[in-house]
């Protein structure tokens, strides 16, 4: 099981740091329930040295606030896993480690629910020059899964935003050539 993991998460991570060393950009993690599992998988990647600026394990509630950045308020109101806390960790790992991009996750891989938040109940988030974005994700299985799940989940929404500054790029290009003509 553990190998099918590391292939899904291979891939999207390939695609990621592929993409951007293309773009010459850099990126930066910031992980709750994941614990340093996408971090591993996108350094498993041959030439990341010159895209991955390095990242944050906040496992603890309080290191979200003290080294990630997040408002100490938002923790305060509505706990560690929620949509804004998952932009909010992404967007600071983004500042911290001088990174174009950000990608951050947060949730409950349980065994247990935490907080009245129930097992399964995942954020995945992306900062980067073009804005941002959070995921809701419902996942089921045991606390492996989850957490891969999570991994991958969060390497798609990346490549799905690289691709969305791409194709504004494409665009701003064609309208300037239009306008030229």
């Known amino acids: 099981m553990a190998r099918d993991s590391e292939e899904s998460a291979g891939s999207p991570a390939a695609g990621v740091?592929?993409?951007?060393?293309?773009r010459h950009e850099t990126l930066a993690t910031v992980e709750s329930l994941t614990g340093g599992l996408l971090a591993a998988s996108i350094v498993e990647i041959?030439?990341?040295?010159g895209v991955y600026q390095g990242g944050l394990v906040v496992y603890a509630t309080e290191l979200k606030a003290t080294l990630a950045g997040v408002p100490d308020d938002l923790l305060a109101e509505r706990g560690p896993v929620d949509p804004d806390v998952a932009a909010?960790?992404?967007?600071?790992?983004?500042r911290r480690c001088g990174a174009d991009w950000g990608i951050a996750t947060?949730?409950?891989?349980?065994?247990?629910?935490?907080?009245?938040?129930?097992?399964?109940?995942?954020?995945?988030?992306?900062?980067?020059?073009?804005?941002?974005?959070?995921?809701?994700?419902?996942?089921?299985?045991?606390?492996?899964h989850v957490r891969?799940?999570?991994?991958?989940?969060?390497?798609?929404l990346l490549a799905e935003r690289i691709h969305a500054a791409d194709e504004a790029a494409r665009d701003g290009l064609e309208a300037a050539d239009a306008a030229r003509r």
């Open 17 to 22: 740091v592929h993409s951007l060393a293309q």
């Open 46 to 49: 041959a030439g990341v040295s």
């Open 88 to 94: 909010a960790l992404a967007e600071g790992g983004r």
């Open 106 to 144: 947060t949730g409950v891989a349980g065994p247990e629910p935490q907080d009245g938040k129930p097992v399964g109940l995942v954020y995945v988030a992306v900062a980067g020059p073009n804005g941002g974005e959070v995921r809701e994700l419902d996942l089921d299985g045991g606390r492996d």
């Open 148 to 156: 891969s799940a999570a991994v991958v989940a969060a390497l798609r």
